[in-house]
């Protein structure tokens, strides 16, 4: 394993809970710059959360504020997103992302800001 890998994938209700883990401790490059995106169907790919450790912070975009929750492990090894009162539009493929870079500042929103990239896992939500 060189890429980050993640796992936690399932199919939940709506109003219920998930936690995506995304494994990095075979990732060669520095793990502070990293971030969750998803993509549903049809639809280009989004960021949702992300860590900068250049600044020790993390951020959310406005669609998942209050819902979803990024960790990221002290070793650096694991970053989490928690998903709470899961609703239908969250049904997507979710990927972990990461840079190369040594220090963020600010955090990378754009998907071509990242170089490496884990296979997904989804999460389908029903009603």
């Known amino acids: 394993q060189e890429g980050p890998v993640e796992s936690g994938g399932d199919s939940v209700q709506a109003g219920g809970s998930l936690r995506l883990s995304c494994d990095a401790s075979?990732?060669?490059?520095?793990?502070?710059?990293m971030g969750w995106f998803r993509q549903a169907p049809g639809k280009e790919r989004e960021g949702v959360a992300f860590?900068?450790?250049?600044?020790?912070?993390?951020y959310y975009v406005d669609s998942v504020k209050g819902r979803f929750t990024i960790t990221q492990d002290t070793t650096m090894n694991t970053l989490d997103l928690q998903i709470n009162s899961l609703k239908s539009k969250d049904t997507a493929m979710y990927y972990c992302?990461?840079?190369?870079?040594?220090?963020?500042?600010?955090?990378?929103?754009?998907?071509?800001?990242?170089?490496?990239w884990g296979r997904g896992a989804q999460v389908t939500v029903s009603s």
């Open positions: 860590v900068y450790t250049g600044a020790g912070t993390k």
């Open positions: 992302a990461a840079r190369r870079a040594w220090t963020c500042w600010a955090p990378a929103l754009e998907r071509d800001e990242y170089e490496d």
């Open positions: 075979g990732y060669p490059y520095p793990r502070n710059c």
